[in-house]
């Protein structure tokens, strides 16, 4: 996917892109606001030049503005609110080498387990453990499986997190 540019004369994005974590609630689409996670990776692709990128590895709320001049020829402005400019270049040349080099510098992911790559039935708002045994009840009664039920924030005492409501889920 292409960035849109964020600067600049017609540009579709008035603001730089966020690169901080969120959870909004009822998220607009298609704008450069931040959202759950954010990885300061920029991967440039071509058939011209190859495949390279830049990982920008400072932790704090950071933006960065997309630009194009003339010959399409893109550019990226970073700035982060704080600590240490740490940048690695990537150079690739291709796609495979960029992504060995990327993994080599941030390590890889272990294989999930097993449970996890099953179904996952979870909503807002299950109003108690009876209601909990219902919806499970109704799984059964269908026979469709599922390897996890997850709570939201309804079982705890007073909606704090660590907290467990002994009236509700007993």
Known sequence: TELKRTIGEGAPYQHPYRLYNLDVFEYDLDVPMA????????VSQSVATGTSGVFWFNPTETFVDIDEDDSDS??????????????????????????????KLTGTMPLPPMFS??????RWNYKDEQDVYQVHGKFEELDYPYDVLWLDIEHTDGKRYFTWDKNLFP
């Open 35 to 42: 959202l759950y996670g954010a990885v300061p990776l920029l």
């Open 74 to 103: 893109k550019t990226s402005h970073w700035m982060s609110e704080s600590g240490i400019i740490d940048v690695f270049f990537l150079p690739g040349p291709s796609p495979r080498e960029f992504y060995q080099q990327y993994a």
């Open 117 to 122: 790559l099953g179904y996952h039935q979870c």
